[in-house]
């Protein structure tokens, strides 16, 4: 998943060129975040029951809650990762900001409103409701805890290495220290804001970033008199690829292995969006089945709107700065949005170093916001589903099941800065396609055969789960991923017998398979009533939270 290449991609030509505007850069990340910090105090004391903690109180309207979902999911690989990948590879690259968008059809059609009309706060309650708790549950939990981990580390070395250059600092205690600021804002967003914070936060960053995107494209399309045909046609010559650059196959057609990795990619990025826990947890959080569509659809139109973006933010950075200089400062492309923001500026001067600050600020942005919404689905999923249901057996108070909550949010911060710090100087791509990969592996089967298969038996769930949980990391561990390439996590050391970077073309067909095979060898009897109760319940919303 090269386009998510972004744990180095902040800006190593940053250190040169805004040295003297430190203090700027430095008054820009200060503003952001005291703003953001000021946000989560206001909304932490509006939150009072779980459902205010879990779901912001069910009171957001759809264009709020699309606003949020959009700032959930453009991640500084959105942003940072897709203009590199269309900067250096042309129409390949631009084939994620494709995966990404089409993934919404299949939250929209088949998870968005059956979901938020089953569950009350996790996706555990759904898998839970016609099956028996405790294992099922434990399942849930597990699973998103796990996917939640790797998308927060590489979101967390991303950040360590971003704040780290900009502010000048290179030595590795010094970036551990950043890496810990950034889990400590993180768990404080979280404890105290809660999913009304979290939401909040994530809105005003939607709004920066497609502001953002919007100030540079314009400024791009303005270089070439607005004329696109130009702007693609100096990208193509300045590629050195030429009429290649603008047709398929310049990443992914030169062997058959990159054909089936592509397939793998794009099969992982559209089915992985609808089983991610931080984006299914705000369906929650809007009064209604129709709001949660709607807010599906105004974000759809958010995050379509952006990536139509990133198709004059990558080739712009293509014909005006050149893939040559770009792969000089980054050699996964990373650097290009920022490179592209300070050359429009221009470069050495005060103006350059302004869009320079302004772009790694509202990446930092990003960042901070989709660590908030990831820390809040996992401390949910363990209160909710592993805490209240599994060890108290469902006899805990709301309070003693928010606590567990700040508890579990302090415990994830925890693992997190600390595997950050260890992650600061590797590349986490990788760790960012298993996200995906296990999410659409493990939770989407069991969420689609819980909502709409009638034969469905705990021990499918279980299968389902923890094989394609296990599978799909057994796979990355064993792919290029981790080791025998240069770009690898591992570099040094070659394991690598499973030829893809992204096991989402096994794993993810395993996951259906064991899901099925899982319930026709169970000697269980599936609940026909409780099936049918699920069955009104999600398409029609009655008796739904």
Avoid at 278 to 289: E, G, K, Q
Avoid at 331 to 356: D, K, S
Avoid at 476 to 482: A, E, G, I, M, T
Avoid at 533 to 541: F, H, I, N, Q, R
């Amino acid at each position: 998943m090269s386009a998510v290449y972004h744990s180095h991609s902040a800006i190593q030509l940053a250190a040169s060129s805004t040295s003297e505007h430190r203090p700027l850069i430095i008054s820009l990340f200060a503003v952001f975040v005291a703003a953001t910090l000021a946000i989560t105090v206001w909304a932490g004391r509006q939150t009072k029951s779980a459902s205010d903690f879990y779901a912001g109180g069910r009171q957001f309207t759809a264009f709020q809650n699309g606003l949020a979902v959009s700032g959930d999911y453009m991640s500084a690989a959105s942003f940072l990762g897709i203009a590199g990948a269309i900067a250096l590879f042309g129409y390949d690259g631009f084939l994620y900001s494709i995966g990404f968008l089409v993934a919404w059809l299949v939250a929209l059609l088949l998870v968005a409103e059956p979901l938020r009309n089953s569950g009350r706060y996790t996706m555990g309650d759904v898998l839970a409701y016609r099956m028996r708790q405790r294992p099922v549950r434990t399942a849930a939990g597990a699973s998103t805890i796990v996917v939640s981990i790797f998308y927060l580390l590489a979101q967390m070395a991303g950040a360590g290495v971003l704040v780290s250059l900009l502010l000048g600092i290179t030595s590795d205690a010094g970036k551990i220290l950043i890496v810990a600021l950034v889990g400590v804002l993180m768990i404080v967003y979280v404890t105290i804001g809660g999913m009304k914070g979290t939401t909040w936060v994530q809105m005003v960053k939607a709004v920066l970033l497609i502001a953002g995107a919007l100030l540079m494209t314009f400024m791009v399309l303005w270089k070439f008199d607005f004329n696109v045909s130009d702007l693609l046609g100096t990208a193509a010559e300045k590629s050195s690829h030429g009429a290649a650059f603008l047709e398929p196959g310049l990443k992914y057609g030169a062997t058959d292995i990159s054909k089936l990795d592509f397939i793998s990619l794009g099969i992982a990025l559209v089915l992985g969006t609808a089983g991610l826990p931080h984006i299914l947890i705000r369906f929650y959080t809007v009064p209604t089945a129709k709001a949660a569509r709607k807010s599906v659809n105004w974000a759809i139109g958010i995050i379509g709107a952006f990536y139509l973006m990133t198709i004059a933010l990558g080739f712009g950075a293509a014909a005006l700065i050149g893939p040559e200089e770009i792969k000089a400062k980054n050699p996964a492309g990373n650097a290009a949005a920022p490179q592209l923001a300070e050359y429009l500026g221009g470069v050495g001067t005060t103006g350059g170093a302004i869009m320079l600050a302004v772009i790694s600020a509202v990446a930092f942005a990003t960042i901070l916001a989709v660590v908030a919404g990831l820390t809040l689905a996992s401390s949910s999923s363990f209160a909710h589903d592993i805490y209240a249901n599994v060890i108290r057996k469902g006899q805990a108070t709301e309070r003693e099941e928010m606590r567990a909550a700040k508890w579990a949010t302090v415990a994830i911060g925890v693992v997190s800065i600390a595997l950050g710090a260890m992650a600061r100087d590797l590349n986490v791509a990788g760790l960012v396609a298993l996200a995906f990969a296990v999410a659409a592996s493990a939770n989407l089967p069991t969420i689609l055969y819980s909502l709409f298969w009638k034969r469905f038996t705990t021990q499918g769930a279980l299968w389902s789960i923890y094989g394609g949980l296990f599978s799909s990391v057994f796979l990355v561990l064993f792919s290029p991923v981790v080791s025998g390439k240069p770009s690898s996590m591992f570099p040094g050391v070659d394991f690598a017998w499973f030829p893809l970077e992204n096991p989402g073309l096994i794993s993810i067909p395993l996951g259906f398979l064991l899901g099925w095979l899982g319930s026709v060898v169970s000697k269980e009897e599936p609940d026909a009533a409780k099936y049918a109760e699920l069955e009104v319940k999600s398409l029609t919303g009655t008796g739904a939270h």
